[in-house]
């Protein structure tokens, strides 16, 4: 199992910045790749970043330019850096890794989330 924890959430201004960590701990090493999702209510879960294991980093034309996710110690930590941020960034982020669960099953796990608001 893979659990994972997210932090760094908090209230900041328009045009600020904040860095989100999102922290692994169990068998890291089944993990293929993290993916930063926010939600805000009434809407569906929205996906913002994916950092895969070979490295690959994309990210939602919404947020593109302005975040960027990175790893730091392999698994074990990965950031949201999240720049120039707008009101419409407001949301609960989570962090969720795609891992093996056994050989040729992949699931993926889910962090409790951390709220990011933008005030105007």
């Known amino acids: 199992q893979v659990h994972l924890v997210e932090s760094g959430g908090g209230l900041v201004q328009a045009g600020g910045s904040l860095r989100l960590s999102c922290a692994a701990s169990?068998?890291?090493?089944?993990?293929?790749?993290i993916n930063w999702y926010r939600q805000t209510p009434g809407k569906q879960r929205e996906w913002v970043s994916t950092?895969?294991?070979?490295?690959?980093?994309t990210y939602a034309d919404s947020v593109k330019g302005r975040f960027t996710i990175s790893s730091e110690n392999g698994w074990n930590l990965v950031h949201l850096e999240m720049n120039n941020l707008k009101s419409e960034d407001t949301a609960v982020y989570y962090c969720?890794?795609?891992?093996?669960?056994?050989?040729?099953?992949?699931?993926?796990?889910w962090g409790q989330g951390t709220q990011v608001t933008v005030s105007a």
């Open positions: 969720s890794a795609k891992a093996y669960l056994r050989v040729g099953m992949v699931y993926d796990y």
């Open positions: 169990g068998r890291t090493v089944e993990i293929l790749a």
């Open positions: 950092l895969k294991s070979g490295g690959d980093a």
